[in-house]
């Protein structure tokens, strides 16, 4: 059996819930903010961290959807900015909007880890691009 593929949490969701996965063991985890040699990187222009925090979401997009990374994001609204539906299409960018912006992070952690599995399921099996709603309860469902 092949590596996991890399789960990235952006900015929206914040690194409390990635870097909590992290010390729990899932080393297939990125966010924002991670330390670029983590990533195998070499520190950029704007420090350390693999994205600055202003970073347009197309442009990291355009970084992360070519090496296949599973995007999690509490933001809703990729589909309606022009330039990042566009790089989701040009990249086959797989979108999962994890549920409880608004809740406690370990309430999204846990709606993460019921939904987890399903979306490593989907993802095996379909390139993407999409873009599927993660519910609470860590049902799917394909929003675009």
């Known amino acids: 059996m092949g590596e996991s ?4 949490f952006d900015r929206c969701v914040g690194s409390d819930i990635p870097e909590s996965l992290r010390r729990l063991g899932m080393k297939n985890v990125y966010h924002h903010h991670i330390h670029r040699s983590i990533v195998g990187e070499k520190p950029g222009p704007d420090g350390v961290s693999l994205f600055h925090h202003g970073t347009r979401d197309d442009v990291w997009m355009n970084y992360v959807g070519p090496r296949g990374w599973i995007v999690i994001s509490q933001d809703y609204r990729f589909q309606l900015e022009d330039a990042t539906l566009s790089a989701i299409k040009q990249h ?8 409880g912006a608004e809740a ?23 390139p993407g691009p999409y873009i599927f709603r993660v519910r609470k309860n860590g049902v799917l469902k394909r929003f675009m």
Do not use: G, H, Q
């Open 5 to 8: 593929p890399i789960f990235y």
């Open 92 to 99: 086959r960018v797989r979108v999962f909007y994890l549920w």
């Open 104 to 126: 406690p992070k370990v309430e999204s952690m846990r709606t993460f880890l019921n939904a987890r599995k399903k979306i490593l399921e989907i993802s095996s099996i379909n």
